[in-house]
């Protein structure tokens, strides 16, 4: 264990601050110093507890997805007293979805603290917001659930949750317009190929059709993201109807 956690603490000696960066981005001097350090350690790094449990951020991350999830729900609980299960939750998964978790992520330079093997370009976009998410179970590790409600009120709801202008926030265009056209009983299709073209990254088309008909068209590294874009553009062909849906 002496091993490991030599490891680990070179980390202070090597980036010279990280005790200082954490300190500022936490708003509190940190205790518990080796559950920020497994935080910011990725999988890559291959390292072991005496027990061969991996020291990594991953179960940090599902502590600290709890978390978010928990202090989210009691703040909509509270806020929107009108509100049933079904738009608390929608609210919820607005709040905590991957696309603004990841924002916070890069709002915070995480990455920057990050011990690994593999160089940074080399992540994908959701380890911004998977550190996050570790850096707020680290948190409740660390202090408990006050503090951690703190941080989350500090860095998400008190400058990130308005709640009218939440209502009107799209997750997901194409889980909305899969809503919409089952509900309008509409037939669908993603007819996603790949696209060679001239780039050096492999690329994917995609034609949307509703009907018998294409209504928009998308291209991206990705089958996913190449479907959410042409989706998003197909929203905002029938904008009038689909934002019922919101």
């Given at each position: 264990?002496?091993?490991?956690?030599?490891?680990?603490?070179?980390?202070?000696?090597?980036?010279?601050?990280?005790?200082?960066?954490?300190?500022?981005?936490?708003?509190?001097?940190?205790?518990?110093?080796?559950?920020?350090?497994?935080?910011?350690?990725?999988?890559?790094?291959?390292?072991?507890?005496?027990?061969?449990?991996?020291?990594?951020?991953?179960?940090?991350?599902?502590?600290?997805?709890?978390?978010?999830?928990?202090?989210?729900?009691?703040?909509?609980?509270?806020?929107?007293?009108?509100?049933?299960?079904?738009?608390?939750?929608?609210?919820?998964?607005?709040?905590?979805?991957?696309?603004?978790?990841?924002?916070?992520?890069?709002?915070?330079?995480?990455?920057?603290?990050?011990?690994?093997?593999?160089?940074?370009?080399?992540?994908?976009?959701?380890?911004?917001?998977?550190?996050?998410?570790?850096?707020?179970?680290?948190?409740?590790?660390?202090?408990?659930?006050?503090?951690?409600?703190?941080?989350?009120?500090?860095?998400?709801?008190?400058?990130?949750?308005?709640?009218?202008?939440?209502?009107?926030?799209?997750?997901?265009?194409?889980?909305?317009?899969?809503?919409?056209?089952?509900?309008?009983?509409?037939?669908?299709?993603?007819?996603?190929?790949?696209?060679?073209?001239?780039?050096?990254?492999?690329?994917?088309?995609?034609?949307?059709?509703?009907?018998?008909k294409i209504v928009a068209k998308a291209r991206a590294t990705s089958k996913k993201k190449a479907e959410e874009k042409a989706s998003k553009r197909a929203f905002f062909?029938?904008?009038?109807?689909?934002?019922?849906?919101?």
């Open positions: 264990m002496t091993f490991i956690r030599n490891i680990l603490n070179s980390r202070s000696k090597r980036s010279g601050n990280f005790f200082m960066q954490l300190h500022k981005i936490l708003g509190y001097k940190p205790k518990k110093m080796q559950v920020f350090q497994k935080a910011f350690t990725h999988r890559s790094m291959n390292l072991k507890d005496d027990n061969g449990n991996p020291l990594n951020y991953e179960r940090l991350e599902f502590l600290g997805d709890a978390m978010l999830s928990a202090v989210i729900a009691s703040h909509l609980f509270q806020e929107v007293p009108s509100g049933d299960e079904g738009y608390l939750t929608k609210m919820r998964s607005k709040v905590v979805s991957r696309e603004h978790l990841n924002e916070l992520g890069r709002e915070l330079n995480l990455i920057d603290l990050v011990e690994s093997k593999i160089p940074s370009g080399q992540f994908g976009d959701n380890i911004h917001g998977n550190l996050f998410e570790a850096l707020v179970g680290a948190i409740f590790l660390d202090k408990g659930y006050k503090q951690c409600e703190k941080f989350i009120y500090k860095r998400i709801i008190s400058p990130h949750v308005d709640i009218e202008q939440l209502e009107g926030k799209v997750i997901s265009y194409k889980s909305l317009l899969i809503e919409w056209c089952q509900k309008e009983k509409k037939t669908f299709n993603y007819n996603v190929y790949e696209d060679t073209g001239n780039d050096d990254v492999r690329h994917f088309s995609v034609k949307l059709s509703i009907g018998d062909a029938f904008q009038n109807k689909m934002s019922r849906m919101i």
